[in-house]
């Protein structure tokens, strides 16, 4: 299920970002005096994310945040490991149930008109996501949250059933942007990713660079890592890593949840 247009060629080898501050900020202060920060996450519970993913993860001692559609035989077949992965402290986020987008939108051919979100109520989807929310808690016992908002469609029959769900979630992934622009003014209920797919290390580590010469930090948002779809290859998966854990002096790299709590924090502390 495609969940975020992916990012291609000319997108990735764009002018690096200016460093940017709100009015009356400074730099934002990474952790330990980094110079950015970078989420991995990985949208759909894919085998190819315990297969690959999550083994390439565990090898150079990083951290990514991975979001359950609930209703995939991934998560039902093979639940022990989706809890191994949490306890190895992994985020397991909310996908929803299964995965509703807008099936008016062009290019959304593939959506089957029982999981067309023209065709759910707001009411509905938002149950759905708090229900999703239960069963996440009921495989990782955790009770904060974070929400990447399938194929970044907000409205339900007419109506945005997102912005009701914010006293739910710590933050939402909403919108197409790999770095954001600035931390000050970043909204936590709407923070940009782009989903690669078919691209090398190296662009990939270029746009983690263009975080670095910006201060802020970039949200990438994978499914398949060597396999399935919308995929990237395990090698250009493995030399992102391989970048990553070699410049923890300069990125932290951490889950989704944890960057934006400490985000949420100095924004909070600043005002």
């Known amino acids: 299920m495609i969940c975020f247009k992916r990012f291609g060629l000319v997108l ?22 980094r ?20 083994p390439a993860l565990d090898r150079v001692g990083l951290k990514g945040s991975f979001y359950l559609q609930l209703s995939r035989d991934p998560v039902r077949d093979r639940m022990a490991e989706w ?13 929803t149930l299964f995965h509703q987008c807008s099936g ?3 290019g959304h051919e593939w959506v089957e008109p029982s999981r067309d979100l023209d065709r759910t109520s707001a009411a509905q989807m938002i ?14 016992g955790r009770t904060q949250r974070t929400l990447t908002v399938p194929c970044g469609d907000v409205i339900a029959d007419g109506e945005n059933y997102v912005a009701a769900l914010h006293p739910d979630f710590v933050a939402i992934k909403l919108g197409q942007g790999a770095v954001t622009p600035d931390m ?13 797919e078919g691209v090398t290390g190296q662009q990939l580590i270029q746009r983690v660079q263009q975080a670095i010469e910006a201060g802020t930090m970039v949200n990438f948002t994978f499914h398949g890592v060597g396999g ?21 002096d300069q990125v932290w790299v951490d889950t989704f949840i944890n960057i934006m709590q400490y985000v949420r924090e100095q924004q909070a502390a600043a005002h």
């Open 127 to 140: 149950d759905q996501v708090r229900l999703a929310n239960v069963m996440l808690t009921a495989i990782d």
């Open 228 to 248: 399935d779809y919308l995929s990237v290859s395990r090698q250009a998966h493995d030399e992102l890593l391989g970048y990553l854990a070699m410049h923890q």
């Open 83 to 95: 809890r191994q992965a949490a306890a190895n402290g992994h985020e397991l986020g909310n996908h």
């Open 184 to 196: 000050w003014a970043l909204d936590p209920y709407a923070v940009t990713v782009e989903a690669p």
């Open 12 to 33: 990735l080898l764009g002018l690096p970002l200016a460093p940017a501050h709100a009015a009356g900020h400074g730099p934002f202060p990474w952790p330990d005096g």
């Open 104 to 106: 008016s939108l062009k």
């Open 35 to 54: 110079k950015a920060a970078v989420s991995l996450a990985y949208d759909d519970a894919l085998d190819s994310q315990l297969d690959i993913a999550i």
